[in-house]
């Protein structure tokens, strides 16, 4: 009876099994149809995107020499908003927009960023809510290809197209690139790309350039990058290179 028992009890757990399986291969194939259809989506909208023209300017932090250029940029495309994510402190930005004669109306700080990965991890949300399509991309020689390919797979997943430019840079910077750095930074982003569909996260450190208290951190005492060519003042930072 004992015996009898047991088998039949094997031969229900071997049923359950399979109905656990079969449950599993159909969530399995729900997923691939459902991720199938998402890139179908993502894809046509990149093309799309890719023949519009540049609607905003995202700027990695690293070096002051990146901000020189966009201020230059900003004088003949006035219209296009620019997002500079944790660059240069605030005055030394506004120092620099300031000498070139550039607007300032259009242009936003974000200061919450402390790598690449958190550059495009809270830019990408303010990107979205301005209905940002294509975007370009500000970057140095020794922040490319890490930047480029963090940008063509998250900026993509949200149909975002990519234009990248270089801004040359004057001597060594201070950071460098490895290849496990670039490897961890790719692979962390093709997880995100996903992930980051369910998640809008904020800064809660957005400045507009407009806005800045120039006397305030006249005040205070601050130090901007040399290459920059403005004043400097204080015991402030400069740049956080990355």
Known sequence: MRHKFTQISAIFSQHELKKRWRLLQKIFRILCLVLGCWLIVTTITLVSAS?????????????????????????????????????????????????????????WLENCADSTFDNFYYGIPILQRWGVHKVRLISSPS????????????????????????????????????????????????????LGQFNQPKCSSITKLTDVDIEAWQRQGFKCERQGGVGMKGKGAGVKGR
């Not at 995202?58 to 201020?71: K, M, Q």
């Not at 234009?163 to 930074?185: C, I, L, S």
Request: proline fraction near 7%; hydrophobic fraction near 45%; charged fraction near 20%.
């Open 51 to 107: 023949s519009r023209p540049v609607d905003a300017v995202f700027v990695l932090g690293g070096s002051i020499r990146r901000e020189i250029y966009v201020a230059q940029q900003a004088k003949q495309y006035p219209q296009i908003p620019i997002l500079i994510s944790r660059g240069s402190l605030d005055p030394c930005i506004w120092l620099i927009f300031q000498r070139e004669s550039a607007p300032k109306q259009n242009v």
């Open 143 to 194: 922040h490319f290809p890490r930047a480029k390919w963090m940008a063509q797979i998250l900026f993509g997943a949200h149909g975002i197209w990519v234009e990248p430019e270089v801004v040359q840079e004057k001597g060594r910077p201070a950071n460098r690139e490895y290849w496990w750095k670039t490897g961890f930074d790719i692979s962390r982003s093709l997880i995100w790309a996903v």
